[in-house]
């Protein structure tokens, strides 16, 4: 149990960063990784190769120790969080292709918690800004060429969060129609260029999960767990939509809500995993679509890829959500697809980072998972990796590494 719950600490803390596209966009209009799980927020990006690539490491920079907030990338430049003798928070910036430093934030943070003080939650960049959030719950607004601060808030302070959280603050901000959503106790919406609250949401305490961004029964809503349930908030005005009580007899739930078309997947180790549809006026309907125990994940949140759902629970598994969520296989005994791995797809190809810091590209359908290559990038790491412009951006404890995936036509499946 011990290690069970160290793995949970280094990876569900830095779950929660999601944005919308700018208005009227369908798709990401560049290869950009602005905020956590990609592009649109959901493990989706064009950046996946068709065919196994080269894979050649254009430059690293030393890092000060673990630290799980993953990287973003965006505008040319790339964001990576440390955490230097147990008393500093840094954000640093890096030109993206030469890896030259471009500035360094820090801030002072010697809190005490289980497995250290060091930032949890993914940055997310926006518009020129880059919004971070540390263990202890401050949250600042920098100005992304520079590093300038713009604003700050403290959860403690300014929301009366109280007590921090067994393993800290973890929510990093979601980005909706110029506000900034985080979850200090309520749920919070932030002017983003201001910090000024805009409004305040219920919310039974935050917990250690993804929100998602989606429009389910036509209504544009956050979706997320809090201490004792899943909801959906109204993204204009912080009004709760729907609540549904879920098992959280763990004290932790790590993976997150998964968008299906405009279906719900729920999946977590304490429940069986279930879709859900949604009435005329945005509301979860009781009854599930579809259920399976097969999938049982601890901390991974699953991805669709070409219709279909991969997930981790002991392997890589695959299931159908036409079929009430049957599953088609299960790909055992790999440890690139154990514990945490985090899934990038794109049309009928996906990577998958291992928590084992090793990358591996499969070719999923509904009659199996073939391994097209695989190459291991780093030493363990729970820190979700960053894609740009044909580019891996990743960290383990010791080393912040950029590799480029160079195309080499078609690739042979991998023994």
Not at 107 to 117: C, F, Q, R, V
Not at 134 to 144: F, K, P, R, S, T
Not at 169 to 198: E, F, M, Q, W
Request: glycine share 10%; net charge positive.
């Amino acid at each position: 149990m011990k290690n069970r719950v160290t793995l949970c600490v280094w990876t569900c803390v830095f779950c929660l960063a999601a944005a919308e596209l700018p208005a009227g966009a369908e798709k990401p209009t560049r290869s950009d990784w602005p905020w956590w799980r990609g592009p649109t927020g959901d493990g989706i990006s064009s950046q996946v190769p068709a065919t196994w690539p080269t894979v050649k490491l254009l430059w690293k920079k030393t890092m000060a120790g673990r630290c799980a907030a993953g990287v973003t990338a965006a505008e040319g430049l790339v964001i990576v969080a440390d955490h230097t003798d147990k008393k500093t928070d840094h954000y640093r910036c890096y030109d993206a292709v030469s890896g030259k430093e471009a500035w360094v934030f820090s801030a002072d943070n010697a809190t005490k918690m289980d497995y250290g003080a060091a930032p949890r939650a993914t940055p997310c960049i926006s518009e020129g800004k880059v919004y971070c959030i540390g263990a202890a719950g401050d949250m600042h607004c920098l100005e992304l060429k520079t590093g300038k601060s713009i604003w700050r808030k403290s959860f403690v302070k300014d929301y009366e969060a109280g007590e921090l959280p067994t393993w800290g603050h973890c929510t990093a901000p979601i980005l909706v129609g110029g506000k900034l959503v985080c979850h200090p106790r309520s749920v919070v919406a932030l002017d983003a260029k201001t910090g000024k609250t805009v409004w305040v949401g219920p919310s039974a305490g935050p917990n250690y999960s993804t929100f998602l961004l989606a429009t389910f029964g036509g209504v544009r809503q956050l979706v997320g767990y809090d201490a004792r349930d899943v909801s959906g908030w109204d993204v204009k005005t912080g009004k709760r939509i729907w609540q549904m009580e879920v098992d959280n007899s763990n004290g932790y739930i790590v993976p997150g809500p998964v968008a299906v078309g405009e279906k719900l997947l729920l999946a977590t180790e304490n429940e069986d995993t279930r879709l859900y549809g949604f009435d005329k006026k945005g509301r979860l309907i009781d009854a599930p679509l579809g259920e399976t125990e097969e999938l049982a994940p601890e901390m991974a949140t699953p991805t669709v890829v070409g219709g279909l759902i991969l997930g981790i629970t002991e392997g890589l598994l695959c299931l159908d959500p036409a079929d009430k969520l049957k599953m088609l296989w299960l790909t055992e005994k790999d440890d690139a697809f154990f514990g945490l791995s985090h899934i990038v797809a794109w049309k009928d190809r996906a990577l998958v980072f291992g928590s084992n810091g090793t990358m591996v590209l499969i070719a999923p359908s509904r009659s199996g998972c073939k391994i097209l290559g695989r190459k291991k990038l780093c030493m363990d790491t729970w820190s979700h990796p960053a894609l740009m412009d044909g580019r891996v951006y990743l960290r383990d404890d010791k080393t912040f590494y950029c590799y480029q995936l160079e195309a080499k036509g078609t690739a042979k499946a991998a023994r």
